[in-house]
């Protein structure tokens, strides 16, 4: 069974950075793009940013554009978010993802397999 671990959530204050991190049970992980979500109460889940599996394509959200980065490390079959200069609207669950393609995507329903989910609050 497919297993993705979160770790790295935390209450933080803005200004400060955070890297979350996302171990896969996946052999095959290497040749999957990866994402990263998050959702905020009351609200739909939304796209963070993507990498696809060779590292050369990676795409963002508007919002977290030129302060987080996605990177992924094959061999250790483990992914992570780089969030700096956090702000208040940051705060939300965010989730990582593995998809069934070695391609981007920003959509939701195209990642078949999801990580249980970690807390970010950024407060002051």
């Known amino acids: 069974q497919v297993q993705l671990v979160e770790s790295g959530g935390g209450l933080v204050q803005p200004g400060d950075s955070l890297r979350l991190s996302c171990t896969a049970s996946?052999?095959?992980?290497?040749?999957?793009?990866v994402g990263w979500f998050r959702q905020s109460p009351g609200k739909e889940r939304e796209f963070v940013a993507t990498l696809n599996w060779n590292k050369y394509t990676a795409e963002y959200a508007e919002s977290v554009k030129d302060r987080f980065t996605i990177i992924r490390d094959n061999d250790a079959k483990t992914m992570y978010l780089q969030m700096n200069r956090l702000s208040l609207e940051d705060t939300a669950v965010y989730y990582c993802?593995?998809?069934?393609?070695?391609?981007?995507?920003?959509?939701?329903?195209?990642?078949?397999?999801w990580g249980q989910g970690t807390q970010v609050t950024v407060s002051s």
């Open positions: 993802a593995v998809r069934d393609s070695a391609s981007v995507s920003r959509a939701v329903n195209e990642y078949q397999y």
């Open positions: 996946i052999p095959t992980f290497r040749f999957h793009a």
